[in-house]
């Protein structure tokens, strides 16, 4: 019976991230001034991230990036993660498709944001960093940049969107544990949560979170700002997981036919589909999924125009798949996915049809992601149940057309501090 997980040995552990950008086979639109509408360089960031971060935004020349060696130290108490090949999920779809998914959820932090905040948090503390301040949706970027601020005993501060701050505790405790200053996002001190309030976006939008945090950084000579998914350093940390997939699909002699992520920002996705793409660009070899929220459809409804990554313009402007920075994104469960933009590298696979995208209700994406537990035994993130759901329908096609196709998915985070998303859902379901 083969291995039911394909692992990996610490030494496996990539040793440089793969920048994806020189590879394409168009020009990526570059980020430019609010203020001028300029294109942007390094020094235009520093106010707002270390400079080697800004450096790594902007570059398009390097292929890969060395990761730092106290970096791949950090790495070690998760990385490599487990690829498991999904038998009894294949059995419960009756398909002949083979599934396979790289599960994220094994961090500290319980997701795949870890590895892009331990960089960030690196490369702060390189510059003399003391705080950081970031905004956070579904609050697993913001347990994962106070665990990496504390590996590196820099200051914390989360603004954390208000109806996931009342939604979930338990990802509040986790910061807390870590002694991280968490406040919910708008904050009644700050001016900018003041005028969001007054404009009816109080509840949920993440954009704010990361006004507020990225205009106290903007203030502070001491403080950085970080950010968990969109920017191109972001998806640049985040391809160690496509990395250590393509190695691990390799042992078993297997190579997707498709692969699938949810998108919200687009880093998981990005992480895990970006060193494919990179095979498909030369010789087309896979389709690439990208599954979003039908109440947040930044690729599927959107528009692919310049806009500001938050609501009151402080981040530069990009070029990206978007809702408008003034949408306001309905209460779905998937909290991470409450964001109008989307990251400029997807939004431009997506705009020269490199990738592929589709959108689901959460009521559907949620019945996917109970039938993968029942099957496999780990309850997903809300947002990973759009993968699900994608994976779902692609595994169903396969059985219509009798054809055996192997499919490898990107399960970012578990659910764990999501259950109350999963009961009240089970709830509905009974009436």
């Known amino acids: 019976m083969p291995d039911k997980k394909i692992m990996l040995r610490e030494d496996d552990i990539p040793s440089d991230w793969y920048n994806i950008i020189p590879d394409l086979p168009f020009d990526l639109p570059p980020a430019t001034s609010p ?16 400079l080697e971060l800004a450096k790594q935004e902007l570059d398009k020349e390097r292929r890969t990036t060395r990761i730092p060696e106290q970096v791949r130290a950090i790495y070690r108490l998760w990385r490599p993660t487990p690829l498991f090949r999904a038998e009894r999920f294949e059995e419960a779809l009756d398909t002949p498709a083979r599934i396979y998914y790289k599960y994220e959820g094994i961090s500290p932090s319980g997701s795949h944001e870890l590895n892009t905040a331990v960089a960030q948090a690196f490369y702060c503390k390189q510059e003399g960093v003391e705080r950081i301040t970031t ?20 200051k914390c501060k989360v603004y954390m969107v208000r109806l996931s701050y009342e939604r979930k505790p338990y990802g509040r405790i986790m910061m807390d544990l870590w002694d991280a200053e968490v406040v919910p996002s708008p904050s009644s001190p700050s001016a900018t949560g003041k005028q969001a309030a ?42 160690v997981i496509g990395l250590e997939a393509r190695k691990q699909m390799d042992m078993v002699k297997q190579y997707p036919d498709i692969v699938i992520g949810c998108v919200g920002g687009g880093s998981n996705f990005a992480g895990l589909v970006f060193p494919f793409i990179s095979d498909s660009l030369k010789k087309k070899r896979s389709r690439f999924i990208a599954a979003e929220p039908a109440e947040v459809p930044s690729l599927t409804g959107g528009t692919y125009s310049y806009d500001y990554a938050d609501v ?3 981040m530069p402007m990009l070029k990206m798949h978007t809702l408008g920075h003034d949408f306001i994104p309905p209460p779905i469960r998937a909290a991470a996915m409450r964001y109008h933009g989307m990251s400029p590298v997807v939004s431009a696979l997506y705009d020269n049809k490199v990738i592929e995208a589709v959108a689901y209700r959460q009521e559907d994406v949620l019945d996917a992601a109970i039938l993968f537990t029942h099957s496999e035994g780990i309850v997903p993130a809300p947002e990973s149940a759009y993968a699900i759901k994608a994976v779902v329908e692609e595994a169903l096609r ?34």
């Open 135 to 154: 905004g956070t949706g579904a609050g697993e970027w913001g347990i994962a940049l106070a665990m990496a601020c504390k590996f590196f005993q820099i």
């Open 312 to 314: 009151t313009g402080v």
């Open 35 to 50: 203020s001028t509408g300029y294109p942007i360089g390094p020094h235009d960031l520093t106010d707002l991230f270390p």
């Open 198 to 239: 007054g404009e009816a976006t109080v509840d949920t939008n993440l954009g704010v979170a990361i006004s507020e945090a990225a205009s106290e950084a903007l203030g502070d000579a001491d403080t950085k700002y970080a950010l968990g998914s969109v920017l191109n350093h972001v998806v640049l940390h985040q391809t």
């Open 398 to 431: 396969c059985k219509s057309a009798g054809k055996s196709m192997v499919i490898l998915f990107a399960l970012n985070a578990h659910g764990y501090f999501d259950l109350e998303a999963y009961q009240e859902h089970l709830a509905q379901k009974k009436g």
